[in-house]
């Protein structure tokens, strides 16, 4: 038996330590160590060092010019709206991790994929977290079938790897890598030396034999990826799926992606039968979005190429506690701190003796600027109590100095909110100033936070001349 060693690895920059520490000396992350075991035998070594340094195969360097292209070959999972975010489909030798929440759906839509690419090629699922029957039973329900898909319920990599050479599939799908475990190893499954140990086999599997493996990754409290920080880097892709568990709709969105852009996303909703695509979020987002109330305001945020229109609701009220309250969901805390502040000191508006609630209706996390009149326009209105009209979106990014700016692609959200059926649009007048746009709604161009607020006025005063 090889030498054994009880050690804490940071999971973030694995540095080992004797002990456990609250903080890692290396990279400075909290709470990262976890235990683990570690053969320290000679043999073991001389292992390890031989797979790093790749002895055996010649290393040459070669001119671009006679380096011979990587044919990519991309296989359509038969949902667009993850074939969209993978940019355009799984290609063939890559490695994908998937990441999500337990519940969330990873597994569900994992074999569901498996049950349309098996239709033309063969698909290995190896599962270390259900039993043959459970997974029947879902496969069941999802209305998959197929010859050409295999299922292995199967935790050693050693005995997957040797099925995967046997079974010969097109797809690897590894639900998950943290049931992983290699004999060889002494740490304990889901420690961040059996991960990264078994992520590497599988990744190796996937360049040598041209397979396209799909990970499964769980990811802790904090919402990252348990096991090793290595793994993002390791892998071609992460997908990153998100969504409440409250409600039905599920976004896939792409964290990393060597063979495509980052800013898509996919949207699905879970049923019964499965997830289903939702092609048309903006619709689903909005429906049933309440009228004529105050607080809230439609906005138009573009997710990669394509532009979907939320709505974003605010609740200013009185508050009770020393320090105001502010809760947001689905927008930034720090973007919220900053409208707040410009909207205080250029209007005068008195946040600070009242608690914001912030909230983006259907389980969307908006992360740009261009929602800042939105969210504005949302927190006056509550503040103020004066109705956001329900035909009109605003568009643009609020500055330090109270100024609206420039967003990018205006026109392509100005067209959603055509299509949806809006009649105004807030605009930044920065946009429109040099390049009008031709449409068929209402554009509102305006230069600053005053004038967004000038608008809410008029409205009200308009309303009262009827
Ligand atoms: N019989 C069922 N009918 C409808 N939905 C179900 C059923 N069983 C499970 N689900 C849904 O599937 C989800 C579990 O999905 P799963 O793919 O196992 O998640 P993960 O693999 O990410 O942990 C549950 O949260 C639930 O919403
Ligand atoms: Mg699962
Ligand atoms: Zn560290």
């Given at each position: 038996?090889?030498?054994?060693?009880?050690?804490?690895?940071?999971?973030?920059?694995?540095?080992?330590?004797?002990?456990?520490?609250?903080?890692?000396?290396?990279?400075?992350?909290?709470?990262?160590?976890?235990?683990?075991?570690?053969?320290?035998?000679?043999?073991k070594?001389?292992?390890?060092?031989k797979?790093?340094?790749?002895?055996?195969?010649?290393a040459?360097?070669?001119?671009?010019?006679?380096?011979?292209?990587?044919?990519?070959?991309?296989?359509?999972?038969?949902?667009?709206?993850?074939?969209?975010?993978?940019?355009?489909?799984?290609?063939?030798?890559?490695?994908?991790?998937?990441?999500?929440?337990?519940g969330?759906?990873?597994?569900?839509?994992?074999?569901?994929?498996?049950?349309?690419?098996?239709?033309?090629?063969?698909?290995?699922?190896?599962?270390?977290?259900?039993?043959?029957?459970?997974?029947?039973?879902?496969?069941?329900?999802?209305?998959?079938?197929?010859?050409?898909?295999?299922?292995?319920?199967?935790?050693?990599?050693?005995?997957?790897?040797?099925?995967?050479d046997?079974?010969?599939?097109?797809?690897?799908?590894?639900?998950?890598?943290?049931?992983?475990?290699?004999?060889?190893?002494?740490?304990?499954?889901?420690?961040?030396?059996q991960?990264?140990?078994?992520?590497?086999?599988?990744i190796?599997?996937?360049?040598?034999?041209?397979?396209?493996?799909?990970?499964?990754?769980?990811?802790?409290?904090?919402?990252?990826?348990?096991?090793p920080?290595?793994?993002?880097?390791?892998?071609?892709a992460?997908?990153?799926?998100?969504?409440?568990?409250?409600?039905?709709?599920?976004?896939?969105?792409a964290?990393?992606?060597?063979?495509?852009?980052?800013?898509?996303?996919?949207?699905?909703?879970?049923?019964?039968?499965?997830?289903?695509?939702?092609?048309?979020?903006?619709?689903?987002?909005?429906?049933?979005?309440?009228?004529?109330?105050?607080?809230?305001?439609?906005?138009?945020t573009?997710?990669?190429?394509?532009?979907?229109?939320?709505?974003?609701?605010?609740?200013v009220?009185?508050?009770?506690?020393?320090?105001?309250?502010?809760?947001?969901?689905?927008v930034?805390?720090?973007?919220?701190?900053l409208i707040?502040?410009?909207l205080e000191?250029?209007?005068?508006?008195?946040?600070?003796?009242?608690?914001?609630?912030?909230?983006?209706?259907?389980?969307?996390?908006?992360?740009?600027?261009?929602?800042?009149?939105?969210?504005?326009?949302?927190?006056?209105?509550?503040?103020?109590?004066?109705i956001?009209?329900?035909?009109?979106?605003?568009?643009?990014?609020?500055?330090?100095?109270?100024?609206?700016?420039?967003?990018?692609?205006?026109?392509q959200?100005?067209?959603?909110?055509?299509r949806?059926?809006?009649?105004?649009?807030?605009?930044?007048?920065?946009?429109i100033?040099?390049?009008?746009?031709?449409?068929?709604?209402?554009?509102?161009?305006?230069?600053?936070?005053y004038?967004?607020?000038?608008?809410?006025?008029?409205?009200?005063?308009?309303?009262?001349?009827?």
């Amino acid at each position: 038996m090889g030498r054994l060693k009880s050690v804490f690895i940071c999971s973030n920059c694995e540095f080992e330590s004797p002990k456990w520490l609250g903080k890692c000396p290396k990279c400075g992350a909290w709470n990262s160590f976890t235990e683990d075991v570690i053969d320290t035998s000679p043999e073991k070594n001389a292992q390890e060092i031989k797979r790093g340094s790749g002895v055996g195969t010649d290393a040459r360097a070669l001119p671009l010019d006679e380096m011979s292209q990587d044919e990519c070959i991309r296989s359509l999972t038969g949902l667009s709206e993850l074939d969209r975010v993978l940019g355009g489909g799984l290609v063939r030798g890559s490695v994908v991790l998937l990441t999500g929440e337990p519940g969330i759906g990873k597994s569900t839509l994992l074999l569901q994929i498996s049950g349309i690419l098996s239709e033309s090629r063969r698909v290995l699922y190896i599962s270390g977290e259900e039993s043959g029957g459970q997974l029947k039973l879902r496969a069941k329900r999802l209305g998959v079938d197929g010859k050409e898909l295999f299922v292995l319920t199967e935790t050693n990599v050693d005995k997957v790897l040797r099925e995967v050479d046997r079974v010969k599939p097109e797809v690897v799908i590894v639900d998950s890598v943290q049931t992983m475990y290699s004999p060889l190893s002494s740490s304990s499954p889901g420690s961040v030396t059996q991960v990264r140990e078994a992520a590497l086999s599988f990744i190796a599997k996937a360049k040598n034999d041209n397979i396209s493996v799909i990970l499964v990754g769980h990811v802790n409290k904090e919402g990252s990826i348990a096991g090793p920080k290595l793994l993002e880097h390791m892998v071609d892709a992460v997908l990153c799926f998100e969504g409440d568990h409250q409600q039905a709709y599920r976004i896939i969105r792409a964290g990393k992606n060597r063979y495509g852009s980052t800013n898509e996303i996919g949207v699905f909703e879970m049923t019964d039968k499965g997830l289903c695509q939702v092609p048309n979020p903006s619709e689903v987002l909005l429906a049933g979005r309440p009228k004529k109330v105050s607080g809230n305001c439609a906005v138009c945020t573009l997710e990669g190429t394509r532009p979907i229109i939320a709505e974003v609701q605010a609740l200013v009220s009185p508050t009770s506690f020393p320090s105001p309250r502010r809760t947001v969901n689905g927008v930034d805390y720090n973007r919220m701190c900053l409208i707040t502040a410009v909207l205080e000191k250029r209007l005068g508006l008195r946040f600070s003796a009242n608690d914001i609630y912030l909230n983006v209706i259907g389980g969307l996390h908006i992360d740009e600027p261009a929602a800042d009149i939105a969210i504005a326009l949302a927190m006056i209105s509550s503040i103020t109590d004066k109705i956001v009209p329900d035909d009109l979106v605003a568009i643009g990014e609020i500055g330090l100095a109270g100024e609206c700016r420039a967003v990018s692609s205006l026109e392509q959200r100005v067209r959603e909110a055509e299509r949806l059926g809006f009649s105004r649009v807030v605009v930044p007048y920065r946009n429109i100033e040099k390049r009008p746009i031709e449409c068929s709604v209402k554009l509102l161009p305006v230069k600053s936070v005053y004038e967004v607020l000038m608008l809410l006025a008029d409205e009200e005063k308009a309303k009262e001349t009827l």
